[in-house]
C-alpha cells in the first residue's frame, strides 16, 4: 500500500516545495516594498480614527501604536507574508493543478490556464471586495462605538493579523465559483447536489463569516451576503457545465444498462 502512494508522496513534495519557495522568494521582494503596503493596509483604519475624531467629545482621534519593542520589525514581517502570498497565488495554483494533473484526461489538462486566471482574479476580486466594501462600513462601526468615551489606542500588530484574516477569508471565499466549475467539469458535482446541499450551506457560510469576521452583525453578514449569492452563481455555472439528468434519463439509462447486463431476464425468470 505505501508502494502505491508513495510516488504521490514525491510529488506532494515537490509541489509543495515549489510553493514554499515562491513564498520565500517573493517575502525578500515584498520586504522591500512593506511601507507602501503597510500603508495601503492601514488606509482604512486612519480614515476610521478621523471620523471617530469628528464625532468623538475628546481631542485626540485615536493613535496607533505598538506594544512591543521590535513590533514594527514583527510587522514588517507580517506584511511581507501577507503580501508574499498573494503575489504567490498564481504559482500555488498552478501546482495544485499539476499535483491532480496525473489523473485528468489530456482535454482536462489543458485547462490549467483558465483554472490559474480565474482562481487568481477571483481571489484578488475577494480581497479588493474586502477592502473597500467590507472594512470600512466594519471598522467605522467597531471604532466608532464607544468613542464618545474612550480615546482608541489600536495596536498595529493585532490590526495587521485583524487586517490579513479578513483578506484571506474573502479571498478564498471568492474562490467558490471557481473550484465548482473545475469539479462540474470534472463530473464530480452537477446542480441538483448543490441545491440539495443549500441549506447546509447557508449554516457553513454563517459559521465561517462568524469565524473570520469581527463579532458585530454588520461584518458577519457582509460576508455571508455574498458567499449566498456566489454560492447561487456556482449554481448555475455547475448547472451549465454538468446540468444534472433528468429523472426520466435515469430511468432509461438504467433500464438499457440492465438490457445490456440481461439483468432483465434474470428478474423475470
Same mark, same amino acid.
Given at each position: 500500500?505505501?508502494?502505491?502512494?508513495?510516488?504521490?508522496?514525491?510529488?506532494?513534495?515537490?509541489?509543495?516545495?515549489?510553493?514554499?519557495?515562491?513564498?520565500?522568494?517573493?517575502?525578500?521582494?515584498?520586504?522591500?516594498?512593506? %511601507?507602501?503596503?503597510?500603508?495601503?493596509?492601514?488606509?482604512?483604519?486612519?480614515?476610521?480614527?478621523?471620523?471617530?475624531?469628528?464625532?468623538?467629545?475628546?481631542?485626540?482621534?485615536?493613535?496607533?501604536?505598538?506594544?512591543?519593542?521590535?513590533?514594527?520589525?514583527?510587522?514588517?514581517?507580517?506584511?511581507?507574508?501577507?503580501?508574499?502570498?498573494?503575489?504567490?497565488?498564481?504559482?500555488?495554483?498552478?501546482?495544485?493543478?499539476?499535483?491532480?494533473?496525473?489523473?485528468?484526461?489530456?482535454?482536462?489538462?489543458?485547462?490549467?490556464?483558465?483554472?490559474?486566471?480565474?482562481?487568481?482574479?477571483?481571489?484578488?476580486?475577494?480581497?479588493?471586495?474586502?477592502?473597500?466594501?467590507?472594512?470600512?462600513?466594519?471598522?467605522?462601526?467597531?471604532?466608532?462605538?464607544?468613542?464618545?468615551?474612550?480615546?482608541?489606542?489600536?495596536?498595529?500588530?493585532?490590526?495587521?493579523?485583524?487586517?490579513?484574516?479578513?483578506?484571506?477569508?474573502?479571498?478564498?471565499?471568492?474562490?467558490?465559483?471557481?473550484?465548482?466549475?473545475?469539479?462540474?467539469?470534472?463530473?464530480?458535482?452537477?446542480?441538483?447536489?448543490?441545491?440539495?446541499?443549500?441549506?447546509?450551506?447557508?449554516?457553513?457560510?454563517?459559521?465561517?463569516?462568524?469565524?473570520?469576521?469581527?463579532?458585530?452583525?454588520?461584518?458577519?453578514?457582509?460576508?455571508?451576503?455574498?458567499?449566498?449569492?456566489?454560492?447561487?452563481?456556482?449554481?448555475?455555472?455547475?448547472?451549465?457545465?454538468?446540468?444534472?439528468?433528468?429523472?426520466? %434519463?435515469?430511468?432509461?439509462?438504467? %433500464?438499457?444498462?440492465?438490457?445490456?447486463?440481461?439483468?432483465?431476464?434474470?428478474?423475470?425468470?
Amino acid at each position: 500500500m505505501f508502494d502505491d502512494l508513495r510516488p504521490h508522496l514525491v510529488e506532494l513534495r515537490k509541489r509543495l516545495g515549489i510553493s514554499v519557495g515562491s513564498l520565500v522568494v517573493m517575502f525578500f521582494v515584498m520586504f522591500y516594498f512593506h %511601507e507602501p503596503i503597510l500603508e495601503w493596509m492601514v488606509e482604512p483604519l486612519n480614515v476610521a480614527l478621523i471620523e471617530v475624531g469628528k464625532k468623538s467629545l475628546h481631542a485626540a482621534e485615536g493613535m496607533v501604536t505598538t506594544s512591543q519593542v521590535g513590533g514594527a520589525f514583527f510587522v514588517a514581517l507580517k506584511v511581507s507574508f501577507f503580501a508574499a502570498i498573494v503575489a504567490s497565488i498564481p504559482i500555488i495554483l498552478s501546482q495544485l493543478w499539476m499535483f491532480v494533473a496525473p489523473g485528468l484526461y489530456a482535454n482536462e489538462k489543458k485547462m490549467i490556464i483558465p483554472f490559474i486566471l480565474g482562481g487568481t482574479t477571483m481571489f484578488l476580486v475577494g480581497v479588493l471586495f474586502a477592502y473597500y466594501v467590507v472594512t470600512p462600513f466594519g471598522f467605522d462601526f467597531l471604532i466608532t462605538f464607544g468613542s464618545f468615551k474612550f480615546t482608541p489606542l489600536i495596536n498595529i500588530e493585532d490590526y495587521v493579523g485583524f487586517f490579513t484574516k479578513i483578506m484571506f477569508g474573502f479571498g478564498l471565499a471568492f474562490e467558490l465559483p471557481v473550484f465548482a466549475y473545475f469539479l462540474a467539469l470534472l463530473g464530480l458535482v452537477d446542480d441538483r447536489q448543490m441545491i440539495s446541499f443549500f441549506k447546509y450551506a447557508v449554516v457553513l457560510i454563517f459559521i465561517t463569516a462568524a469565524l473570520l469576521t469581527p463579532p458585530d452583525v454588520l461584518t458577519q453578514l457582509l460576508m455571508a451576503g455574498p458567499l449566498i449569492i456566489l454560492y447561487g452563481l456556482s449554481i448555475l455555472i455547475v448547472k451549465a457545465v454538468n446540468p444534472a439528468a433528468d429523472e426520466d %434519463e435515469e430511468e432509461e439509462e438504467v %433500464e438499457s444498462i440492465s438490457e445490456m447486463l440481461g439483468l432483465d431476464e434474470l428478474s423475470t425468470k
